[in-house]
């Protein structure tokens, strides 16, 4: 006959403190009305245990991602996240630091075709080229050609 063994619980607060961070999420995203999905779940479980990101910190990277697409994204809030994992953000200060707020574009975000033009804090297509592509970094344009 053999054994069974119980797989250990998680702590009750654990659940919680999880399920909380969860609806936190869904809810900056505009996502009230459903549970996330599994997928969704694991991106979050890496923000939160594997990064050890705060919800606020969390919740900020939602907020660019929805003023940056307008629409909500894991990927694209994930992409955010781990970058500033990769630079050691682990405060929102230090995200404040490491790119302002004003700042319109975050690290990685692929324009294909378009010239674009950095002016102050902000950037803007100004005409499409083709077979040329643009990274725009935090810090700075990167071009890349195919």
């Known amino acids: 006959m053999k054994k069974e063994y119980a797989q250990?619980?998680?702590?009750?607060?654990?659940?919680?403190?999880?399920?909380?961070?969860?609806?936190?999420?869904?809810?900056?995203?505009?996502?009230?009305?459903?549970?996330?999905?599994?997928?969704?779940q694991k991106i979050m479980e890496k923000w939160f245990k594997d990064y050890g990101f705060d919800r606020e910190l969390v919740l900020e990277a939602c907020s660019r991602t929805i003023n940056a697409i307008h629409t909500p994204s894991f990927q694209y809030a994930d992409s955010i996240l781990t970058d500033w994992k990769k630079a050691g953000v682990?405060?929102?200060?230090?995200?404040?630091?490491?790119?302002?707020?004003?700042?319109?574009v975050p690290k990685m975000v692929l324009l294909s075709g378009f010239r674009v033009m950095e002016t102050g804090q902000q950037h803007k297509i100004t005409e499409k080229l083709p077979k040329i592509s643009f990274t725009i970094l935090n810090r700075g344009i990167q071009i890349m050609t195919p």
Do not use: C, H, Y
């Open 8 to 40: 250990p619980k998680k702590p009750r607060n654990t659940v919680l403190r999880i399920q909380k961070d969860a609806f936190a999420v869904m809810k900056a995203f505009g996502l009230n009305s459903r549970k996330p999905a599994v997928p969704e």
């Open 90 to 104: 682990k405060t929102l200060a230090d995200v404040k630091e490491w790119m302002p707020a004003g700042r319109n």
